[in-house]
């Protein structure tokens, strides 16, 4: 039926429709019009209830602070509304059932204190002072009551009670910190050899059968996933302002108006090394980020090469590459604590490690720049902004038109296209995980794959895009997921066979040359020398030292003490198909006397933290297990 009524809404009969449907939601509203409680519970705990209202307004509010913590870094589209929801959901189901034990216990804050509370926050405050017309228009842009509002301030304090008082309550013992000294500066002197899986197997060449078979066991590998091609129609300020016409004068006018957005403050050229870490990671996670971040601040100090270690070692996909070169950037692009370092260094200089959402960041500022602000100078950014501003005036208005038009000719963006004077572009390939450009938005992937677009073969709705750009798509080819043939893939199966047999027999030589060490038959060297195979001997490394591979580290810190002068021996595989061979021939212990008191009164409290932490933590997981947890059905 709905498909019929899009078919034939157009003119009277479209307004004719409208007005069938508005009059019973005019008179009994949508939520009496669809049978539905106007607030739907969507979780129940413990017989409390959460609603779907209360839900959509914490994904507001969180999302309100990522967009504040990233400031311009802030991508919506990096964040799945799906997954924001579950997140959300969890975390509210967690907060209720702490609230309910603390009701349990009785925790209670007093009217006064809430109100001295609210009174000391600083965005309620004039001159240092509470102010009564901006704390009543705070509360009011975030759609609450100033009752709300306090009995949420309320329920937090409390919270706070609760979490302090399990948190709060953890110490920690002279004897727990030296213990934790000896290990976590505990260094360890080895020997190491990588058993080369590419070289025992450069003789082997599949059979054809043996390339077919294994095509065959491993076919989700080479799997064509379920892709579209798409034509569509874009809407942009660029694209708008591209045909207008421009004069000298204007653009001088425009300049002497706007002169204050073309102050372009000094620029920096960065490069940086990012050691990851998430901003809720537990302070074990933090500490080990930051010594690692120390640890290569560290080499640096010693002269090693910035762009060698950020190859290497940052966890910075998009700079990694290019020796974590960032290019030049100015204020308000970068994250708070990150842009203040930058602009706080010289030419030159490198960083300590700066915490950030993203984790630990070595900054290098690698040039500097004051930008030229004749109109001369700035005549094409001035002409872009120009034509930028003459566009978002009409870009409304043709969007409009775009949304009708192509909704009133369901199969076919040719009369939009022909109206608007657009042209319709055309889209390569298209999974589920996006295109490039505009198409990479997960705005475009949900209405490209929806059923009224892919199914019905209709245009889609209107899609609002990052930077005001607007776009209408249809669907105009689709496959359906697909292994890819043999023959094109046969080499990588090749690749793919030969990468497994370096492995098995770089493992199976390893573990032979293993116990020919433990059994005393032969030494590292002996191999190395025998099988002609680079030795890396004499090697001194501490827990959290990037110098060897995470492989070999881990299995070197896993290996028991040597005893009696023999050393400890152990083998690992590696992620590249080789086979580790390593030898620990002495352990140092980190020395808990070097701690002065100031450090040791520093280690207690951060140990006492963890464990705090890791208490709370529990007793969380232990209620939550214990409630009785109802999730709507309906709810998304």
């Known amino acids: 039926m709905l498909l019929a009524i899009r078919e034939k809404a157009q003119g009277w009969f479209a307004w004719l429709i409208v007005g069938f449907i508005t009059i019973p939601f005019a008179l009994w509203g949508i939520q009496s019009y669809l049978g539905v409680s106007s607030d739907p519970v969507a979780v129940s705990v413990d017989g409390k209830e959460i609603t779907e209202r209360q839900i959509e307004q914490s994904v507001r509010q969180f999302r309100d602070r990522l967009r504040n913590q990233l400031g311009k870094a802030y991508r919506p589209e990096l964040f799945d509304d799906k997954v924001l929801r579950k997140q959300v959901v969890e975390q509210m189901i967690n907060d209720a059932v702490l609230a309910e034990t603390a009701d349990d216990w ?42 709300g509002f306090e009995e949420e301030v309320r329920s937090d304090l409390v919270m706070e009670q609760l979490r302090h008082g399990i948190s709060g309550s953890a110490f920690a013992t002279d004897r727990e910190i030296n213990d934790s000294i000896r290990l976590r500066d505990q260094e360890r002197e080895l020997s190491w050899l990588s058993v080369p899986g590419s070289k025992l197997a450069a003789d082997y060449q599949p059979t054809d059968e043996e390339i077919r078979a294994y095509y065959d066991e491993h076919l989700s590998r080479y799997m064509v996933p379920e892709r579209v091609k798409l034509e569509y129609l874009l809407l942009s300020p660029e694209i708008l302002g591209a045909d207008m016409e421009v004069t000298e004068d204007k653009l001088r006018d425009y300049y002497r108006q706007h002169a204050d957005e073309f102050q372009a403050p000094e620029e920096r050229k960065l490069r940086h090394i990012l050691v990851q870490v998430a901003e809720d990671a537990d302070q074990a996670t933090v500490d080990a980020a930051r010594a690692k971040a120390e640890d290569l601040e560290g080499r640096l100090a010693k002269g090693e090469k910035f762009e060698d270690l950020a190859r290497e070692f940052s966890d910075d996909p998009g700079s990694r590459e290019q020796g974590g070169d960032l290019g030049w950037i100015s204020p308000g692009v970068m994250a708070k604590a990150f842009e203040e370092e930058a602009y706080r260094l010289n030419k030159g200089q490198v960083s300590k490690p700066v915490r950030t959402p993203f984790g630990f960041h070595i ?107 607007v776009l209408v798509l249809r669907v105009v080819e689709h496959e359906a997921e697909h292994p890819q043939p043999f023959e094109e893939v046969k080499d990588k199966v090749v690749a793919a066979l030969k990468h497994e047999k370096g492995r098995t027999l770089a493992r199976e030589k390893g573990e032979a040359l293993l116990a020919s060490l433990n059994a005393g038959e032969k030494t590292l060297e002996q191999v190395a020398a025998d099988e002609d195979w680079k030795l890396n001997s004499g090697i001194k490394v501490k827990r959290r030292s990037t110098l060897l591979p995470q492989t070999v580290r881990e299995k070197a810190f896993g290996l028991p003490r040597p005893k009696e002068g023999k050393p400890s021996f152990g083998g690992a595989e590696m992620g590249n198909g080789d086979y580790a061979l390593l030898a620990v021939t002495a352990v140092t212990d980190g020395d808990p006397s070097k701690l002065d008191d100031t450090a040791r009164k520093a280690e207690k409290a951060t140990m006492a933290s963890a464990k705090g932490q890791l208490q709370f933590n529990i007793l969380g997981r232990y209620l939550r297990d214990r409630a009785d947890v109802e999730i709507s059905t309906q709810s998304p």
């Open 106 to 147: 009785k925790l209670r804050v007093s009217d006064d204190f809430v109100r001295q509370y609210i009174q000391s926050i600083p965005g309620f405050q004039t001159n240092g002072r509470f102010n009564v017309q901006a704390y009543n228009t705070l509360i009011r842009n975030q759609g609450m009551t100033q009752r």
């Open 363 to 469: 900054i290098e500022v690698t040039d500097i720049r004051n930008a030229d602000q004749t109109f001369e100078a700035l005549r094409g950014e001035i002409e872009a902004a120009w034509r930028r501003a003459q566009a978002e005036q009409i870009l409304f208005d043709k969007a409009e038109q775009l949304a009708d038009l192509s909704y009133e000719s369901p199969d076919s963006l040719v009369p939009a296209a022909e109206a608007l004077g657009l042209k319709i572009q055309q889209s390569d390939w298209l999974d589920r995980r996006g295109g490039k450009g505009v198409l990479a938005s997960p705005k475009i992937v949900a209405a490209a794959f929806s059923d009224d677009v892919l199914s019905e073969g209709n245009n889609s709705e209107l899609i609002e895009l990052e930077g005001d750009n």
